[in-house]
């Protein structure tokens, strides 16, 4: 074969495989592969031309970078990427394991902590844990609270 028929084909297999890396998990195989390719139509066109593989050194410092870029940034767009990494599920108040109706129920009552809140812990109310976080600093395991109110999905506290 020509010398320049198989240099432009080794450049093109190292695309190809390049492209192939970004949809297709291998783990790094298809991107080693893409490299040896890549580098041997490098060595290629220095046999060719010294000023042509110069060029080709530029193109790739550019090309290889960019590639990396742009499949990092829309793998998750791809049917694989997808796949693997599905978008984030939308949480309602029936997917949290707290009631909020029960959790305001027990605002104004009084209990004790049974860990340190610093400033999150753990309370009963009633012979019942409850996650509490202190309303101001921290509070010792032991402490009589009272609940004051809710802070987004933990009861709030304060020592009596």
């Not at 599905?86 to 394991?97: K, Q, R």
């Not at 902590?113 to 009633?126: D, H, I, W, Y």
Request: charged letters at 20%.
């Amino acid at each position: 074969m020509d010398l320049w028929l198989t240099t432009l084909l080794l450049y093109l297999i190292g695309m190809s495989f390049l492209v192939a890396e970004i949809f297709i998990p291998s783990f790094g195989i298809l991107g080693t592969c893409s490299l040896i390719s890549l580098g041997l139509a490098v060595w290629r066109t220095f046999q060719v031309d010294e000023a042509y593989g110069y060029v080709a050194v530029l193109l790739l410092a550019v090309f290889i970078p960019a590639s990396i870029y742009y499949s990092v940034k829309y793998w998750h767009r791809t049917p694989i990427g997808r796949k693997i990494s599905p978008p984030n599920p939308v949480l309602t108040a029936e997917d949290t394991s707290v009631d909020l109706r029960e959790l305001e129920a027990l605002v104004g009552q009084r209990g004790r902590t049974l860990s340190p809140l610093r400033p999150v812990g753990a309370c009963e109310f009633g012979g019942r844990r409850v996650e509490c976080e202190a309303h101001v600093g921290m509070i010792d395991s032991g402490v009589d609270v009272e609940a004051v109110g809710l802070r987004g999905r933990c009861l709030s506290v304060r020592s009596v």
